[in-house]
């Protein structure tokens, strides 16, 4: 069975915790407790209670950041500290529940509300930062693979990766596993954390 830990200051777990996860457990620090799942929802985002936080887990624990508030730059702080999920602290057990099994299968989740925009902001902000390791990754894709995966990087939908390199999105999609395989990343969001600067211009060449 999987375990939840949720860390708050709350006297007690919100009802839609309880309802998406009725055996969660909920704590003011994780102390010697162990958990597939770690749930932080603080009083007010702290990066540095953040990393002292990831720091206390055993490796490869994924960590949830909770919020009330969600916004875009706590989200990329959240996400670039290591959090696996920063969604809406009262999103519905249903949704609750989608984040953990993503976050349990290896991936990185945002809520709706802010996945496209920060996608636009992960492309400025993260591509921006100088990575000479970025070029010899993208050297095990193909001429094709990489044009589909800067584009990708940068924010494009498949529907404007496919009008852009004039293929069909099918055909997009096909290539955007192939990278995800080749990079070992899951999702749009890991491609962009992977590659940080992609070269400013795309090669099209089949």
């Not at 960590?63 to 500290?81: G, I």
């Not at 100088?130 to 494009?156: C, K, M, N, S, W």
Request: proline share 8%; charged share 20%; net charge neutral.
């Amino acid at each position: 069975m999987t375990t939840h830990l949720f860390i708050s200051p709350r006297a007690q777990p919100l009802p839609r915790w309880q309802h998406a996860f009725p055996d969660a457990t909920l704590a003011a620090r994780p102390g010697a407790r162990r958990a597939d799942v770690v749930w932080w929802m603080p009083p007010q985002f702290d990066a540095s209670a953040l990393d002292a936080l990831i720091a206390d887990l055993p490796a490869g624990t994924p960590l949830v950041v909770l919020s009330s508030e969600p916004s875009q730059a706590d989200a990329m702080q959240a996400l670039a500290a290591g959090a696996r999920a920063y969604c809406h602290a009262y999103a519905t057990p249903a949704m609750l529940q989608q984040v953990a099994v993503v976050v349990l299968n290896g991936g990185l989740w945002l809520g709706p509300e802010l996945m496209s925009t920060v996608m636009g902001v992960a492309s400025k902000q993260l591509l921006a930062d100088v990575d000479p390791a970025a070029a010899t990754r993208l050297d095990a894709l193909t001429p094709r693979e990489r044009a589909v995966a800067i584009e990708v990087a940068h924010g494009a939908t498949n529907k404007e990766v496919a009008r852009r390199l004039d293929i069909t999105e099918r055909t997009v999609k096909a290539h955007l596993s192939a990278v995800f395989e080749k990079l070992g990343v899951r999702d749009r969001l890991q491609l962009v954390l992977e590659l940080k600067q992609p070269p400013a211009s795309v090669d099209r060449a089949a």
